[in-house]
C-alpha cells in the first residue's frame, strides 16, 4: 500500500507561481511512474506531468516551460513547481503513483494509487 497526500494549494493571481507537494509514504520501494493530474469543473482528469524511478520527465504539452516536475532525493516527496500561471490552470490538481514505464503513461488507468488532492484557483 502507498499513501500520498498533497499540499501547496491555493489563490493566486494570473502570472504567478505554487509549488504543489505530496508527501509519499509506505510500500514505496521498486520501479515506478508518479505523475500529476488536474480536474477542472466539468472536465475529464487531466495528466499533467510524469516522472519515473529513472527521473525521467514527461510533460502536457500546455505546461510545457511553465511547471517543473521533480522528487527529492529520498524520493518520498514529489513536487511541483509552476509559473505563468493562467485561468486555464484552474483546478484539483492530485497525484498518483503507479508501475515503472519510460516514459511514464497519461492515461489514469495506469495508476493504482491517488491523493485527495489539492485545490490551485487562478483569477484574472
Known amino acids: 500500500q502507498v499513501q500520498l497526500v498533497e499540499s501547496g494549494g491555493g489563490s493566486v493571481q494570473a502570472g504567478g507561481s505554487l509549488t504543489l507537494s505530496c508527501a509519499v509514504s509506505?510500500?514505496?520501494?521498486?520501479?515506478?511512474?508518479m505523475a500529476w493530474f488536474r480536474q477542472a469543473p466539468g472536465k475529464e482528469r487531466e495528466w499533467v506531468a510524469a516522472?519515473?524511478?529513472?527521473?525521467?520527465?514527461n510533460y502536457v504539452d500546455s505546461v510545457k516551460g511553465r511547471f517543473t516536475i521533480s522528487q527529492d532525493n529520498g524520493k518520498k516527496s514529489l513536487y511541483l513547481q509552476t509559473s505563468s500561471l493562467n485561468e486555464e490552470d484552474t483546478a484539483m490538481y492530485y497525484c498518483?503513483?503507479?508501475?515503472?514505464?519510460?516514459?511514464?503513461?497519461?492515461?489514469?488507468?495506469?495508476?493504482?494509487?491517488w491523493g485527495q488532492g489539492t485545490q490551485v484557483t487562478v483569477s484574472s
Open positions: 516522472i519515473n524511478s529513472n527521473r525521467r520527465t
Open positions: 509506505g510500500d514505496i520501494y521498486g520501479g515506478y511512474c
Open positions: 498518483a503513483r503507479g508501475p515503472w514505464w519510460s516514459p511514464c503513461p497519461t492515461l489514469p488507468s495506469h495508476y493504482n494509487y
